[in-house]
């Protein structure tokens, strides 16, 4: 049974860019969490997905925003992009309504 | 509004030695409490969670208790291995939404 699956691996923007991030949850899970972890620092929540809606938003402007698809799956979009958004983000994933919630990898994102 | 405080890092221990990690939290009623550990390129790991007060949760060793009346969740393992070099996350969430993390310690176990 494949875990969360996140892509790609790294990337390398420059201030102004967009950029999508993917992620796959786990075999059936239908929640998906988005965090951002600057170095050294815990995650921070984003959004989470469910039924394809937001469901709850953490503190974060509207430069980033999210979809999930009928199969669960989900993208982080990212506007604007500003060297501050460097960081590792992670995406979770939970069957509903359990609290637990199973992380992926994580994507590497440098804003140069 | 919700909190967790952790202790700060690097924590290092000598092979075989007791480990605690220091976590409080702020918040009202009774949040699910985890920990979760992070290895060097990977992502986070549930280590192990309690639900409501006075719940210990234990895995691979560690253990950590849910005190509501000190509002702590402190992590704690007997004997530490080489293997266990990570940083560890306290975090807590309400039902089935965000999670709130502390800043992470990092653990460094010397052989």
């Known amino acids: 049974d494949a875990g969360v699956t996140q892509s790609p691996t790294h990337l390398i923007k420059t201030r102004g860019q967009q950029v999508t991030l993917r992620c796959s949850p786990k075999?059936?899970?239908?929640?998906v969490s988005w965090y951002q972890q600057a170095l050294g620092q815990g995650p921070q929540f984003i959004f989470q997905?469910?039924?394809?809606?937001?469901?709850q938003r953490g503190n974060f402007p509207d430069r980033f925003s999210g979809h999930q698809f009928p199969n669960y799956s989900s993208e982080l979009n990212v506007n604007a992009l500003l060297l501050g958004d460097s960081a590792l983000y992670l995406c979770?994933?939970?069957?509903?309504?359990?609290?637990?919630?199973?992380f992926g990898a994580g994507t590497r994102l440098s804003v140069l | 509004g919700d909190s967790v405080t952790q202790m700060e890092g690097p924590v290092t221990l000598s092979e075989e030695a007791f480990l605690t990690i220091n976590c409080t939290y702020t918040?009202?009623?009774?949040?699910?409490l985890f920990w979760y550990v992070q290895y060097p390129g990977e992502g986070l790991q549930l280590l192990l969670k309690?639900?409501?007060?006075?719940d210990k949760g234990s895995n691979k060793g560690f253990e950590a208790t849910y005190r509501k009346e000190t509002t702590s969740f402190h992590l704690e393992k007997g004997s530490v291995q080489v293997s266990d070099s990570a940083v560890y996350f306290c975090?807590?969430?309400?039902?089935?939404?965000?999670?709130?993390f502390g800043t992470g310690t990092r653990l460094k176990v010397l052989a």
């Open positions: 075999s059936g899970h239908d929640t």
């Open positions: 979770a994933s939970s069957p509903d309504p359990s609290p637990i919630q199973y």
């Open positions: 309690a639900t409501k007060a006075d």
């Open positions: 997905y469910y039924e394809e809606e937001e469901r």
């Open positions: 975090a807590l969430s309400r039902g089935t939404y965000k999670y709130i």
């Open positions: 918040a009202t009623g009774y949040p699910s």
